[in-house]
T-cell receptor
Framework: KQEVTQIPAALSVPEGENLVLNCSFT??????LQWFRQDPGKGLTSLLL?????REQTSGRLNASLDKSSGRSTLYIAASQPGDSATYLC????????????FGSGTQLTVLP | GAVVSQHPSRVICKSGTSVKIECRSL??????MFWYRQFPKKSLMLMAT?????????EQGVEKDKFLINHASLTLSTLTVTSAHPEDSSFYIC???????????FGQGTRLTVV
């Protein structure tokens, strides 16, 4: 059974810092990995999606990497801003017929002004 | 990206009553919809997967008679929490995919509070 772990559970940084969020998964047979942002009491917004054949994806100040063989992904946020404060979730979609996402428990990020 | 709308965003109900949550795909036909439950500071737990026109597939431990899922059209799925109890209080989120929309898009979530 796939398990997804995110470390740290919470992170607080001053504005302007670069930071890295970590995600690890136990079963490397994945179809893709996705990073989401969730604001308090809100739904999920997809940030980046990395296919299993890719090693990284970039969008603006965000860069996500994937090392499938070691079961790890990182989300790098450059020049953090208070508006980046949210919970960041990673989720993996397995390869094969079962296509439901398995989510990590998230990293709650606070960027202090 | 595709838009998924969930309604209501918040609902408070009395213990013993039933509550219906709607999930709509606004600009695509959702052949598959997923319902998740999220506890505070916890991950999203998949409750069930529904395909349009057929019965939902429930995850282990989810009571299908308590959490009724209907996916009667390609743009609407509903989750009804029957005879709600305070322990059913949670954040419920739907997602949908279909056609050319290969990845699932998420609704805004519904905060259910049972008093």
């Amino acid at each position: 059974k796939q398990e997804v772990t995110q470390i740290p559970a919470a992170l607080s940084v001053p504005e302007g810092e670069n930071l890295v969020l970590n995600c690890s998964f136990t079963d490397s047979a994945i179809y893709n990995l996705q990073w989401f942002r969730q604001d308090p009491g809100k739904g999920l917004t997809s940030l980046l999606l990395i296919q299993s054949s890719q090693r990284e994806q970039t969008s603006g100040r965000l860069n996500a990497s994937l090392d499938k063989s070691s079961g790890r992904s990182t989300l790098y946020i450059a020049a953090s801003q208070p508006g980046d404060s949210a919970t960041y979730l990673c989720a993996v979609k397995p390869s094969g017929s079962a296509r439901q996402l398995t989510f990590g428990s998230g990293t709650q990020l606070t960027v202090l002004p | 990206g595709a838009v998924v709308s969930q309604h209501p965003s918040r609902v408070i109900c009395k213990s013993g009553t039933s509550v219906k949550i709607e999930c709509r795909s606004l600009d695509f036909q959702a052949t598959t919809m997923f319902w998740y439950r999220q506890f505070p500071k916890k991950s999203l737990m998949l409750m069930a997967t529904s395909n349009e026109g057929s019965k939902a597939t429930y995850e282990q431990g989810v009571e299908k008679d308590k959490f009724l899922i209907n996916h009667a059209s390609l743009t609407l799925s509903t989750l009804t929490v029957t005879s709600a109890h305070p322990e059913d209080s949670s954040f419920y989120i739907c997602s949908a995919r279909g056609g050319e929309v290969r990845e699932a898009f998420f609704g805004q979530g519904t905060r259910l509070t049972v008093v």
